[in-house]
Structures are given as structure tokens and as C-alpha cells.
């Protein structure tokens, strides 16, 4: 369990973390997910104790990172690939880290055979590709075992194949019982994996809840109606105390009724429908309308909120 | 705690017992990490050839001259050493720097968090592979150079006074070199920086103590880091102001192991200062 009480982190002029206060779960999925600069990074950092916080504290199973006594038993952390001396082959670079926390060094090639880099292991790092540095840096996390998992955007700069590796590998150890947490700020990535959320804005805790509750607190539901009257349908809906306008698109979108009483209204008013489907915001529109005002770097232009339908 | 009830690990479960942070397993890591990367191998194989042939280049040339009554064919033969001592350096700061110019840092600290412990292996573990090929160099460069000074009659050998300390006190010298450089490069973390330093440190500063007038340079050259260091590698020692000495400092100089505790006071405050900053920053 990862604990975190009024974290705040400062670096120079920037506040990178504001006041965080949070509680990961054993056991699930969880995600943290914000723009980038939303702070994920700096967190994760706060975490592991690379970092000191300005103010606040977090723990790990009820002790700062530093204090626990076999860190790679507890935690393992993919933070950067690149986080490696590449002049160092695969082998040895998880040797040096296992011989720190007394790890058996059959350790090591066990992990290796585990993300398929065993062929690779006597080879010096820097020759590796992205993913074989990212499937490296898995290695070293799941060199202890540990309960807890933390990745830090691992899909960044995968081919499709590394990010079902990934994605795959999330969901076996969250299976196993671990808890994993994983950040990223590619809304989709998330709403296939994530079972609680986190999200960051500006360093702020902007959400804090599971991905449908995310997803249902943001949305207005809406039901879109396919009908050769469209004028009658608005009409109708308007003196039921609904609300429906015309898409553009040939369809009706209609919010304040259910579903039900939209095929009532029709059957008993003789209008024909051809389509009726509940509209679920996406976990994408949900995210950018919560972090609208948080988000550090934002492109100039018109807003490009495209309304996605039937995910779920 | 609801995790442990929900499923076993099936990923290759392992004790927690035996997953446990030792001041043993920190120096088998520092080990497996100085031993994995070539650097290592080229800049001691430079520091060994450098230490032996420079050695015999500087006892080569006093045969070329009369020597007087204070003549010191043993640390003659260990003149390589004011360069040598330059390549230890590097390695010393690389041990730490290279760490943080590859990220690499970030890995350690996280299988590795209580920093302290982190550096005093880093420390010990570096200690011994210089204080070893330190006595490879310097033990070679005496072997050559006495070689080289034997026709001319001017060699010595092992059983006379102060000459084996020298020889040892060569590969100390060395050892503490790399230090002092390790601790600087804790305190820069920067190579291009911490080289920077080291080599100003222990280069240049004693070639501006040459510049300083005579009078003060009886009381000023023989605190500066290389030269209170040398004196543990310097077995004859003349009463008076000396700039016959292979380091080319004038003043008077203090006892062999008087200079080299200032010398290790010197790498004791870099490595000091460097661990309270190390425990503090950010990584």
C-alpha cells in the first residue's frame, strides 16, 4: 500500500506536485493519468525517495522508500528505459542491482527469460532497441518479486506488439494479486487496464475514483435517435421536459429522458425510430474536460472534443 | 493489507527473507559494476604504463647528470606517478559521474535507497581495486627504474630505509587520489566538471605553488594535496628546502606519513562533503 499525505514538490520556481493526498490499493490497477507536466512523473519519483519532498510525506507499506530494508522485495519500478550504463551488458546490469538486496543471481536469468531477453543478456546495453531496453527495465523491476509495481508511461514509443506485451504483463501480475500502477497520459491506454484513477492536472489531485465513475461524474448522458421525423421527435421530447437537437449527422441527440419513455413517446405519436443508443463519453472527453484548466501546455485553436459513441 | 489473501505470486516466489539490503551485497554490486564496463580495464592498463614507462623516462634521465648526496632514486623511479595520478583521478570521479551522466543512478538508488550505504561500498570497493593495481604500478616502475639506474650505480633497493614505504606508500598515493576525485565527483556529478576539478587539484595547483615567491613557499607548497600526498612516495628526505624532488616543488616538506594523513584529510573532506550533499539532493 502507498500512502501519500500532503505531498508537495518544488523544483526551483516550479511546483511539480501540489499537496497530494492519496491511498494506491493493494490488488488493482491503478492508474495515474494527466497531461504531460500533470506531475505523474515527479510523484513516482517522491515514491521511490529520489526525490525528497518539499513538503508532505508518502510511504510505501507504511515506511518511507528509503527505510525499507528489501526495497526490490516491495517495489519494483520501471521509471526510465534509459536509466542504465550501456557500456554494461543486460546480465550484469541486473546482476549489480540484484547483489544489492542479496537476490540469488539465478534471479537474474530468470527475469531475463521472462521478458524474452535471454538471448540478449551478455550483449552491452546500448546497442538495445526501445523495446528491448523497456522489456530490460521490467526485468530489473521483477527482479525481487515484488508486491508492488510501478511503470511509468510503458507503452511511450512501443510498436502496437510491445504495447500488448505490456499491457498483457499489467494485467498477469494485478492477476497474481500485485498491486500495479502505471501512468500515462494516452486516455485509451488507461481505460483498458486502469481499475482505480488517479488523475493529475498541475500537480493537483483532480480525480481520485474508479474509471466508470470517472467516465459517468463528467458526462451529461445523452441518447442519440435515428428517425425519419426529426422534427417531430424535438418537438415531442421538448413537451415532455427532455431536450434534443439535431446533431448535423442525421441523428437526434436527446438528454433528460430515458430510454424508455423516448420509445414510448414514439409509439404512442406514431414516429418512427430507426436507431436509439446511449452516448458514453469516452474516458479521452471525460479527461480533457477535467484538466481543461490544469493543463500546462496547451495548444492555441478551437477545442477538438470528438464525441465518441457505444465504448463501453 | 488485502493483497496477501487474493493470490499467491505465481511469477517465481522467493522468500522475503533472503531479500534483504547488506553492506555485503552493496560491495558485491559495486564489484559486478566496476568489473562489467571496459572503461575500467583501459584506464588502469593506461594507469599501470603510465606509472612504469614515465617511471623509466624520469630514471633514465638522472643517469644523464651528476646526483648530489639527497638523490632519491626511489621515487625517481616512481615519477610516473605525477601523471598516473591524473588517470586514478578520472576513474575515481567516473565511478560516481558516470552513474549520473547514464541515468544509471536512478536504477541504483531505486534497488538501493540508503545512500550512505551506497557510497561507502562504492568507496570500498574502489579503494581496493586502486590500492591493488596501484602496487602493480608502482612495484613495476621501482623494478624498472632501479634496472635503468643500475648501470650508472645510482639504484637502491628494497632493504634500504624508507624505500619499501615508498613503493607501497606509491599504490596509497594512488588509492587516495582516486578518492579525493570520487568525492568530487559526488559533489559535481558532472564528468566534464568533476575532471575539470581533479586536474586542477592535483595537477595544477602544485605548478602555481612553484610561482609563489621562495619564502612562501616553505609554507605554503607542502599543503597542497599532491604535494603532502608525494611525501609518502619520497624516501629520502633532505633537512632543507628541496627542488630536486621528481615533483619539482620547492619548500619544506613534511614527514612521509604526516603528508599523507593532511593528503587523506584533503579526500576524507571531498568525500565527506560529497556524502551530506548525496543524502540531500535530489537524484
Same mark, same amino acid.
Given at each position: 500500500?502507498?500512502?501519500?499525505?500532503?505531498?508537495?514538490?518544488?523544483?526551483?520556481?516550479?511546483?511539480?506536485?501540489?499537496?497530494?493526498?492519496?491511498?494506491?490499493?493493494?490488488?488493482?490497477?491503478?492508474?495515474?493519468?494527466?497531461?504531460?507536466?500533470?506531475?505523474?512523473?515527479?510523484?513516482?519519483?517522491?515514491?521511490?525517495?529520489?526525490?525528497?519532498?518539499?513538503?508532505?510525506?508518502?510511504?510505501?507499506?507504511?515506511?518511507?522508500?528509503?527505510?525499507?530494508?528489501?526495497?526490490?522485495?516491495?517495489?519494483?519500478?520501471?521509471?526510465?528505459?534509459?536509466?542504465?550504463?550501456?557500456?554494461?551488458?543486460?546480465?550484469? +546490469? =541486473? %546482476?549489480? *542491482?540484484?547483489?544489492?538486496?542479496?537476490?540469488?543471481?539465478?534471479? #537474474?536469468? !530468470?527475469?531475463? $527469460?521472462?521478458?524474452?531477453?535471454?538471448?540478449?543478456?551478455?550483449?552491452?546495453?546500448?546497442?538495445?532497441?526501445?523495446?528491448?531496453?523497456?522489456?530490460?527495465?521490467?526485468?530489473?523491476?521483477?527482479?525481487?518479486?515484488?508486491?508492488?509495481?510501478?511503470?511509468?508511461?510503458?507503452?511511450?514509443?512501443?510498436?502496437?506488439?510491445?504495447?500488448?506485451?505490456?499491457?498483457?504483463?499489467?494485467?498477469?501480475?494485478?492477476?497474481?494479486?500485485?498491486?500495479?500502477?502505471?501512468?500515462?497520459?494516452?486516455?485509451?491506454?488507461?481505460?483498458?487496464?486502469?481499475? +482505480? =484513477? %488517479?488523475? *493529475?492536472?498541475?500537480?493537483?489531485?483532480?480525480?481520485?475514483?474508479? #474509471?466508470? !465513475?470517472?467516465? $459517468?461524474?463528467?458526462?451529461?448522458?445523452?441518447?442519440?435517435?435515428?428517425?425519419?421525423?426529426?422534427?417531430?421527435?424535438?418537438?415531442?421530447?421538448?413537451?415532455?421536459?427532455?431536450?434534443?437537437?439535431?446533431?448535423?449527422?442525421?441523428?437526434?441527440?436527446?438528454?433528460?429522458?430515458?430510454?424508455?419513455?423516448?420509445?414510448?413517446?414514439?409509439?404512442?405519436?406514431?414516429?418512427?425510430?430507426?436507431?436509439?443508443?446511449?452516448?458514453?463519453?469516452?474516458?479521452?472527453?471525460?479527461?480533457?474536460?477535467?484538466?481543461?484548466?490544469?493543463?500546462?501546455?496547451?495548444?492555441?485553436?478551437?477545442?477538438?472534443?470528438?464525441?465518441?459513441?457505444?465504448?463501453? | 493489507?488485502?493483497?496477501?489473501?487474493?493470490?499467491?505470486?505465481?511469477?517465481?516466489?522467493?522468500?522475503?527473507?533472503?531479500?534483504?539490503?547488506?553492506?555485503?551485497?552493496?560491495?558485491?554490486?559495486?564489484?559486478?559494476?566496476?568489473?562489467?564496463?571496459?572503461?575500467?580495464?583501459?584506464?588502469?592498463?593506461?594507469?599501470?604504463?603510465?606509472?612504469?614507462?614515465?617511471?623509466?623516462?624520469?630514471?633514465?634521465?638522472?643517469?644523464?647528470?651528476?646526483?648530489?648526496?639527497?638523490?632519491?632514486?626511489?621515487?625517481?623511479?616512481?615519477?610516473?606517478?605525477?601523471?598516473?595520478?591524473?588517470?586514478?583521478?578520472?576513474?575515481?570521479?567516473?565511478?560516481?559521474?558516470?552513474?549520473?551522466?547514464?541515468?544509471?543512478?536512478?536504477?541504483?538508488?531505486?534497488?538501493?535507497?540508503?545512500?550512505?550505504?551506497?557510497?561507502?561500498?562504492?568507496?570500498?570497493?574502489?579503494?581496493?581495486?586502486?590500492?591493488?593495481?596501484?602496487?602493480?604500478?608502482?612495484?613495476?616502475?621501482?623494478?624498472?627504474?632501479?634496472?635503468?639506474?643500475?648501470?650508472?650505480?645510482?639504484?637502491?633497493?628494497?632493504?634500504?630505509?624508507?624505500?619499501?614505504?615508498?613503493?607501497?606508500?606509491?599504490?596509497?598515493?594512488?588509492?587516495?587520489?582516486?578518492?579525493?576525485?570520487?568525492?568530487?565527483?559526488?559533489?559535481?556529478?558532472?564528468?566534464?566538471?568533476?575532471?575539470?576539478?581533479?586536474?586542477?587539484?592535483?595537477?595544477?595547483?602544485?605548478?602555481?605553488?612553484?610561482?609563489?615567491?621562495?619564502?612562501?613557499?616553505?609554507?605554503?607548497?607542502?599543503?597542497?594535496?599532491?604535494?603532502?600526498?608525494?611525501?609518502?612516495?619520497?624516501?629520502?628526505?633532505?633537512?632543507?628546502?628541496?627542488?630536486?624532488?621528481?615533483?619539482?616543488?620547492?619548500?619544506?616538506?613534511?614527514?612521509?606519513?604526516?603528508?599523507?594523513?593532511?593528503?587523506?584529510?584533503?579526500?576524507?573532506?571531498?568525500?565527506?562533503?560529497?556524502?551530506?550533499?548525496?543524502?540531500?539532493?535530489?537524484?
Amino acid at each position: 500500500m502507498i500512502e501519500a499525505r500532503g505531498l508537495t514538490k518544488r523544483y526551483g520556481g516550479t511546483l511539480a506536485v501540489d499537496n497530494l493526498s492519496f491511498t494506491v490499493e493493494p490488488g488493482k490497477i491503478t492508474g495515474f493519468l494527466g497531461p504531460n507536466g500533470a506531475g505523474k512523473t515527479s510523484t513516482m519519483r517522491l515514491i521511490l525517495g529520489l526525490d525528497r519532498p518539499t513538503a508532505g510525506t508518502v510511504t510505501v507499506n507504511g515506511k518511507p522508500y528509503r527505510r525499507l530494508a528489501g526495497p526490490m522485495g516491495q517495489v519494483g519500478a520501471l521509471l526510465d528505459t534509459k536509466a542504465l550504463h550501456g557500456g554494461r551488458s543486460a546480465y550484469h +546490469h =541486473l %546482476l549489480c *542491482l540484484a547483489q544489492t538486496n542479496n537476490l540469488p543471481s539465478r534471479r #537474474v536469468d !530468470e527475469v531475463l $527469460a521472462l521478458v524474452g531477453l535471454a538471448n540478449a543478456a551478455r550483449k552491452r546495453c546500448h546497442g538495445f532497441s526501445l523495446g528491448m531496453g523497456q522489456r530490460l527495465g521490467i526485468a530489473a523491476a521483477l527482479l525481487g518479486n515484488p508486491r508492488i509495481l510501478m511503470f511509468d508511461e510503458p507503452a511511450n514509443g512501443l510498436d502496437p506488439e510491445g504495447i500488448v506485451w505490456i499491457r498483457n504483463l499489467m494485467k498477469t501480475l494485478a492477476a497474481e494479486g500485485r498491486t500495479v500502477i502505471v501512468s500515462s497520459h494516452l486516455m485509451s491506454e488507461m481505460e483498458n487496464i486502469a481499475d +482505480h =484513477l %488517479l488523475v *493529475l492536472g498541475g500537480g493537483r489531485l483532480i480525480a481520485d475514483c474508479t #474509471v466508470e !465513475e470517472f467516465i $459517468a461524474a463528467d458526462s451529461q448522458h445523452s441518447i442519440r435517435v435515428r428517425t425519419p421525423q426529426p422534427e417531430e421527435l424535438i418537438r415531442l421530447v421538448a413537451a415532455a421536459g427532455g431536450t434534443a437537437k439535431d446533431d448535423g449527422q442525421g441523428a437526434v441527440v436527446v438528454s433528460g429522458l430515458e430510454t424508455g419513455r423516448i420509445w414510448d413517446l414514439a409509439f404512442q405519436n406514431a414516429v418512427r425510430l430507426h436507431e436509439l443508443a446511449p452516448v458514453h463519453a469516452s474516458l479521452e472527453q471525460a479527461f480533457m474536460e477535467l484538466t481543461a484548466a490544469s493543463v500546462q501546455f496547451r495548444a492555441a485553436g478551437p477545442d477538438q472534443r470528438v464525441p465518441t459513441e457505444g465504448v463501453s | 493489507m488485502a493483497a496477501a489473501q487474493i493470490a499467491a505470486p505465481t511469477v517465481n516466489s522467493l522468500p522475503s527473507s533472503v531479500s534483504k539490503v547488506t553492506f555485503g551485497g552493496a560491495l558485491r554490486s559495486e564489484f559486478t559494476k566496476i568489473r562489467s564496463v571496459r572503461s575500467t580495464y583501459w584506464a588502469l592498463l593506461v594507469m599501470i604504463v603510465l606509472t612504469a614507462g614515465l617511471g623509466a623516462v624520469a630514471s633514465y634521465t638522472t643517469t644523464r647528470s651528476h646526483q648530489g648526496p639527497f638523490f632519491d632514486p626511489a621515487s625517481w623511479s616512481l615519477g610516473g606517478l605525477v601523471l598516473s595520478q591524473l588517470v586514478i583521478g578520472a576513474l575515481g570521479a567516473l565511478v560516481i559521474t558516470s552513474e549520473y551522466s547514464t541515468g544509471m543512478i536512478r536504477t541504483s538508488l531505486t534497488a538501493l535507497p540508503q545512500r550512505g550505504l551506497l557510497v561507502a561500498a562504492k568507496v570500498a570497493v574502489f579503494a581496493a581495486v586502486a590500492f591493488v593495481t596501484g602496487l602493480i604500478s608502482s612495484f613495476a616502475s621501482f623494478v624498472i627504474g632501479q634496472a635503468i639506474m643500475s648501470s650508472h650505480h645510482t639504484n637502491t633497493t628494497l632493504s634500504h630505509p624508507g624505500v619499501l614505504r615508498a613503493v607501497i606508500g606509491g599504490a596509497l598515493f594512488l588509492t587516495v587520489c582516486g578518492l579525493l576525485a570520487l568525492g568530487i565527483g559526488l559533489l559535481i556529478r558532472h564528468t566534464a566538471g568533476a575532471l575539470t576539478a581533479v586536474a586542477g587539484l592535483l595537477f595544477v595547483l602544485p605548478l602555481l605553488g612553484n610561482l609563489l615567491p621562495h619564502s612562501w613557499q616553505d609554507h605554503v607548497n607542502k599543503w597542497l594535496p599532491t604535494v603532502a600526498g608525494a611525501q609518502i612516495w619520497t624516501a629520502v628526505h633532505p633537512p632543507h628546502s628541496n627542488s630536486a624532488s621528481p615533483l619539482g616543488t620547492g619548500g619544506l616538506m613534511f614527514a612521509p606519513w604526516t603528508g599523507f594523513a593532511v593528503f587523506c584529510g584533503y579526500a576524507a573532506i571531498a568525500l565527506a562533503a560529497g556524502l551530506i550533499l548525496f543524502r540531500e539532493r535530489d537524484a
